[in-house]
Each structure stands twice: as structure tokens, then as C-alpha cells.
């Protein structure tokens, strides 16, 4: 056949021409198996040069370019405006308002008279509204103070000695509304592990109310940040959360959505473990993330997250609602490009990034490698940072454009956490959901502070018309005396003995029961005798010369 074929392109017959192939020499081609290992279905007809854009961002690339990001055009700051005769008051009240004080007092009575039911209390009587506004002024006032134990408050000794406290309330009544403060009544909870059963039913008007009113009361910013934070408590509960890296490594976890400008609190979620019915195929961090941007859907903001939550699929899904992404992310996670799974980066500021449409992930080396993911920062820009050197130097490293922006933006829900415990009114408790509803409590104050703090009308400004920003510790300080007010309680004491009957009848006199003695107790001294004055109804020692003294003083 190779003859065949020299034969015809080596012919000098000028005049012969080519009229095809018979069937013949078709068939004895295909008989001599003469054949090509492409086959025609084989063959692309379409340009590789020509490729769909769409079908490019299916993949991860390392040809960067500008992602597409939509402008912010929503309103922020609060959404009411006081006029100047307001108080702190009444930005309280905007999210912890008096409604919430009537179901306090209404639950706290109606929690004691089934306790007193089962246990009776001679001393106990029914709260009301003013003596519970001073009962919470008082927990801000110990907040300002700052001492370890309350009881310390009604101390009669220099230098412990706080007079306005107990002229507030005595300590017993004080006491006696802590034991009996009450929420909601949880009779009507069906018990664990049945349908309809809520963990949180101690708390649920609280938690309710705040949640409303965090979010009506303030347009969010552009740069949102969601974290988790704790709160603190070691009692028995099955929701106890134990987190070994952080500060407070028992207690019950919270979610929350804060502003890294102003450490305001939109949204909070409290975490109670698996919740039944709930499918869990995303994962816990997407969930909660998406739980706490669904008011976000559409108006292109943007939310900074560690990876605890950050995946590929979750930047993916917000990105098609309408909200963008940045975070640090674990480089297991799936959907991560392999070029960033198996990267080894050497040098301190070596970067590798790679592109899918408006997703990014960057590599970068600073002390350790650090992974980004994000889509709304732009990879074609870097910046230079400074580190020292072991030898004190500083070196400057180049580094990616995220790195800075997840810098500036992260630390939200950190700085929520801090203005909120500067002044914690947070008292020693074995009830967990007390914590939980001073938790609650400190957030509004906080959010209150800071809406005052942006109020037009209640701008504080130096003789230089500089404005002066308000400080926690002033706000806290107003809070408490209104809070107070006018209100005193009544302290239910006998006549003290006077002068006129200083007679004959102060004889010292044997008791049927001990007693501690008056004289001792003003010498911080415990002592318990059975001897005292019958006239004046009190026990006084005679070893420390405690019944002679006091009938001294009574004549001068």
C-alpha cells in the first residue's frame, strides 16, 4: 500500500487527476488495520482560547482580579431621637422598658407566694414597682463600687460603712427580693425532653423583649462582626459550656452580631446545646451565621467571622443574598483549593491567593501561615506591615489587603464584651438564669450608653466647642439615682429608749434565749449571752462592761 501511495504523489503525469477514492481501496485500508488513536468524536470543535467566563469561575484560578461589590447605601445610627430634657433614664427604658419592670414584680410576687406555700415567711411582703426600680439601682450602684460581697454595703464599721444603701433598703428586704426575683412562671413548661420544652423559660420574656428592641432602635452599620462570647458561671446546668483558650472557660455560651465601631449589639442568641428537629448538614458555625444575618438579606453588608464558621459553601450562599464575607478560615474546610491545602510558604510576608469569581482565599506567611477567605476584598492589593525583629528592628513585610481589613473590622462582639463587663451588676448566684438575666441587663445599659453617646441633643462640648463623649461610669452614676428616685423603705423598729425612762427598771435581767450583744456588735465583736436589759429589749454583756456603757451614752 506504500508503493501505492508513492506511486501517486511521486507520478510526473501532469495531465492525471485525483477523482477519489473507489470502494475498493476504502476497504482494503480499513482490512490492513490502519488507524489514528483520536478518534473524530474525540475532537473539541470549540476554541480552548474561547472559553465561557462562567465556566472560569466554577474553578479556583490564580488569575486575580477586582471582585464586583455592590455600594452601601443604607441608613445607620438609631432609629429614635430624645429630646434634651431626657434622661439615662429614658434611653433605658428604650430597650429594657417599664413593661418588663411590671412582669418582674408581678412573677417575683406570685413566685413567692408558692415558696412561702411550701415554706412559710413571717417577713415577706409583696413587692411593687418603685421598690423594684430602687432594687435594680442598687445592683448599679454596687456595680460602680465595686465590692466583693453586697452585705458589705450595710456594714456599720469605718471605713466599710455606706450610708446611703441602707437607707435605701435594709438588708433583709434586699435579701428577701433576691430569694423570690422571678421572671416567668415556669409551671406551665412541659418537663426535659419533651416536646415544647424550653431551656430558657426562666428568661424567655427578658430575652424576647431585649432581642426586639436591640433591633428596632438601631440601623446597623455597613461592617458587621459575629463571635461567640461567655458568660461566666460554674453551677450545674446542661448547657455549660467549657472553653479551655479563653478568659472565661466556664459557662454558657452566647452568639452574638455586634458593630466593630461602636460595640453595639444587634442580635444575641444564647446556645443550649443540640436543638432536636434541626438539621445539622451545614454545620453549627453556618447555622448560627445565618441565624443572626437574616435582617441583613440584601443590603450589602458585610460580616467579619473566625473560622469557627467560615467555609467556602457559607461565603457562597450569603454572597447570593446579598452579604458579604471575611474571616480567617481552617484550611480542612471543604470546598478549600488544594493549592492552599498543601501550601508551604518559607518566607515572612510570602503570599499565594487564588480566585473563584467573587471568592478569594489567600495564604500568607507572618509569624505563622494565616488563611483568609472573603469576597469583598480585592487580591491585586497589598499593603506593608511592620514586625520586629529578635534583634529589636523593625522589618517591614508585605501583606495582603484582607489582613488589614479583617484586623480593623473582627473585634465587634469583643468590644460589646468589654464596655459590658467594665461595670457587671452581676451578683454571686446558684440560680443560673440570674446571670443570665444580668447579662441582659448590662446590654441594654451598654446599647442605651451608646445611643446617648450619638444623640445630637445630649452632646456634651468644652469651651473650645469640642464634644465631649460620655463616659460609662457617668452614665451608670444617673442610671442609679433615677432608678432610686425617692424611694426609701421603712425599717419596722421599736421606740429607742430615752432619757426619761432611764429609771429604776434598767437592771440587767436573765433571758429565756441568747442573744448577740449589742456592744459587742458595735466592737465587731461576736458574742451571744442571755443577760440584757429588759426595758429596752436588747442584750448586753456584763464581762465587757457592754450594759454599763450603753446606758452611759443613753444619758449623755
Known amino acids: 500500500m506504500a508503493d501505492e ?13 485525483f477523482e477519489g477514492f473507489n470502494p475498493s481501496d476504502i476497504d482494503e485500508t480499513e482490512t490492513r488495520s490502519v ?140 435579701e428577701r427580693i433576691s430569694k423570690y426575683f422571678h421572671m416567668n412562671n415556669t409551671s406551665q413548661n412541659p418537663p426535659r425532653r419533651q416536646p415544647g420544652h424550653d431551656k430558657l423559660c426562666h428568661i424567655r420574656p ?16 455597613k461592617e458587621q462582626s459575629i463571635d461567640e462570647g461567655m458568660i461566666a458561671f460554674k453551677g450545674r446546668l446542661s448547657f455549660k459550656q467549657y472553653l479551655p483558650a479563653k478568659p472565661t472557660k466556664f459557662g454558657i455560651k452566647v452568639w452574638e452580631r455586634a458593630s466593630p465601631h461602636n460595640g453595639y449589639v444587634h442580635e444575641f442568641q444564647i446556645y443550649t446545646g443540640k436543638v432536636e428537629g434541626v438539621r445539622t448538614e451545614e454545620g453549627l458555625g453556618s447555622r448560627v451565621i445565618k441565624d443572626l444575618s437574616r435582617h441583613l438579606v440584601g443590603k450589602n453588608h458585610v460580616i467579619y467571622m473566625d473560622n469557627f464558621f467560615s467555609n467556602p459553601a457559607l461565603f457562597e450562599s450569603l454572597l447570593a443574598e446579598g452579604i458579604y464575607c471575611c474571616g480567617t478560615v481552617r484550611i480542612n474546610r471543604r470546598g478549600m483549593p488544594e493549592a492552599i491545602k498543601g501550601v508551604k510558604l518559607k518566607e515572612r510576608g510570602d503570599t499565594l491567593t487564588v480566585q473563584k469569581g467573587n471568592l478569594v ?24 506591615v511592620q514586625r520586629r525583629k529578635k534583634d529589636g528592628t523593625l522589618q517591614n513585610v508585605p501583606a495582603p489587603i484582607v489582613s488589614e481589613v479583617y484586623n480593623k473590622f473582627m473585634f465587634g462582639v469583643d468590644l460589646a464584651d468589654q464596655k459590658r463587663m467594665q461595670y457587671s451588676t452581676c451578683r454571686k448566684s446558684k440560680k443560673w438564669y440570674k446571670y443570665l438575666f444580668w447579662f441582659c441587663f448590662d446590654l441594654a445599659v451598654t446599647n442605651a ?55 429604776l427598771a434598767h437592771w440587767p435581767t436573765q433571758f429565756d434565749k441568747p442573744g448577740r450583744c449589742k456592744g459587742c456588735t458595735k466592737q465587731n465583736r461576736r458574742h451571744e449571752v442571755k443577760i440584757g436589759c429588759k426595758q429596752c429589749d436588747i442584750r448586753l454583756c456584763v464581762k465587757h462592761d457592754c450594759f454599763a456603757k450603753y446606758h452611759e451614752e443613753l444619758l449623755k
Open 361 to 384: 482565599a489567600t495564604a500568607w506567611k507572618d509569624k505563622k501561615v494565616v488563611t483568609y477567605l472573603s469576597t469583598n476584598c480585592d487580591p491585586t492589593e497589598s499593603r506593608v
Open 206 to 221: 427578658i430575652l424576647n423583649e431585649l432581642s426586639r428592641t436591640c433591633l428596632d432602635n438601631y440601623n446597623p452599620n
Open 449 to 503: 450608653l451608646i445611643c446617648m453617646q450619638e444623640s445630637q441633643n445630649h452632646q456634651k462640648r468644652t469651651k473650645n466647642n469640642k464634644v465631649i463623649k460620655m463616659t460609662q461610669l457617668e452614665f451608670r452614676t444617673g442610671l442609679a439615682q433615677q432608678l432610686i428616685g425617692q424611694f426609701r423603705g421603712t425599717r419596722k423598729r421599736k421606740a429607742p429608749a430615752t432619757v426619761g425612762n432611764c429609771g
Open 35 to 174: 488507524g489514528s488513536d483520536i478518534s473524530i468524536s474525540e475532537v473539541d470543535t470549540d476554541s480552548s482560547d474561547d472559553e465561557n467566563p462562567d465556566q472560569i469561575d466554577q474553578t479556583w484560578s490564580r488569575n486575580l482580579r477586582k471582585p464586583q461589590v455592590a455600594d452601601f447605601h443604607q441608613r445607620t445610627g438609631a432609629t429614635f431621637q430624645l429630646n434634651i430634657e431626657n434622661k439615662e433614664i429614658d434611653f433605658f427604658h428604650k430597650f429594657f422598658p417599664v413593661s418588663l419592670v411590671d412582669k418582674i414584680v408581678a412573677e417575683t410576687n406570685e413566685y413567692a407566694v408558692r415558696c412561702i406555700q411550701v415554706r412559710p415567711d413571717k417577713v415577706w411582703v409583696p413587692t411593687t414597682f418603685p421598690e423594684m426600680m430602687a432594687f435594680l439601682g442598687i445592683h448599679v450602684v454596687f456595680s460602680i463600687v465595686g465590692i466583693p460581697s453586697y452585705t458589705l454595703a450595710w456594714k456599720s464599721t469605718w471605713p466599710f460603712e455606706i450610708p446611703a444603701v441602707p437607707s435605701i433598703m435594709t438588708r433583709t428586704r434586699f
Open 5 to 17: 501511495w508513492n506511486a501517486f504523489f511521486n507520478s510526473d503525469d501532469d495531465d492525471s487527476e
